[in-house]
């Protein structure tokens, strides 16, 4: 690591501590996380990583959001969890034809902390290292109007941004109708341009092959032109954590 970096992470911890919060437990790498999300910025980063910790003490405090509290969003069996990348990146697939909006909000919010925790989770080795990243693959195929959720979308982003800094990979949404692309511009107006970056329309061949190649045949569900069968999330079970 480099001079810079150690510096500025002894900093960001002194800070966290001036504003309340505790870092202590937490390795270089997951603090590390903070600082690329503020460009490296040691108060900006100590403030969001507190906020972070009052969040999740506020929404998850038992540490993780069982099954038995999102049976509703788990029941439409939406979303997929795939394996590893080539890369060693968890996969996750969103089924948006699946989807109608919730009419519970607190419910949804804690199925977007569950299916991303649980997505993080799938790629630690014996334990979590605290920079580990995720794939995700945005399915529009087949969506109808009734589908549309734009208040979803910009919600699980958000919560990727503020409070899952440089968690996200890369995400490609596959399969985008026409009358979607109204919807995602409005979506992206919500999203920072770090966030952009990372996510990519497969509109045609060369995009596609990009796609596969970078998941892999192994891993990419066969309906995007892979090997692997769709496993929904609800039925991959993790191996406890070493601590």
């Known amino acids: 690591m480099e001079k810079s970096q150690e510096l500025a992470l002894s900093q960001m911890r002194k800070s966290v501590e001036k504003l309340g919060g505790f870092a202590e437990n937490y390795g270089d790498p997951t603090l590390m996380r903070f600082l690329i999300a503020r460009s490296m910025d040691t108060d900006k ?44 990146f968890p ?27 649980k997505t993080i989770a799938s790629s630690f080795k014996g334990r979590e290292i605290g920079d580990e990243k995720l794939v995700g693959i945005l399915d529009l195929k087949d969506i109808s109007y009734k589908n549309v959720d734009a208040r979803a979308l910009i919600t699980g982003f958000q919560f990727l941004q503020a409070y899952y800094p440089e968690r996200l990979a890369r995400c490609y949404i596959v399969h985008m109708p026409r009358f979607f692309v109204s919807v995602w511009k409005m979506v992206s107006y919500f999203l920072e341009k770090a966030t952009l970056e990372k996510i990519r329309i497969v509109t045609n061949e060369a995009q596609r092959r990009e ?28 191996a406890p954590l070493n601590h």
Not at 102 to 111: A, E, I, L, T, Y
């Open 45 to 88: 980063a100590a403030k969001m990583f507190v906020q972070w910790q009052k969040w999740r003490d506020a929404l998850v405090p038992s540490g993780f959001i069982p099954d038995s509290e999102i049976q509703d969003e788990l029941g439409a069996k939406k979303i997929y969890l795939q394996g590893l990348s080539k890369k060693g």
């Open 211 to 238: 796609f596969i190649q970078d998941i892999g045949e192994e891993t990419l569900p066969e309906v995007y032109g892979g090997r692997a069968k769709l496993v929904p999330i609800q039925d991959v079970v993790l």
């Open 91 to 117: 996969i996750m697939v969103v089924k948006g034809s699946k989807h109608f909006p919730s009419k519970d909000q607190p419910q949804f919010k804690k199925f977007i902390v569950h299916i991303l925790d």
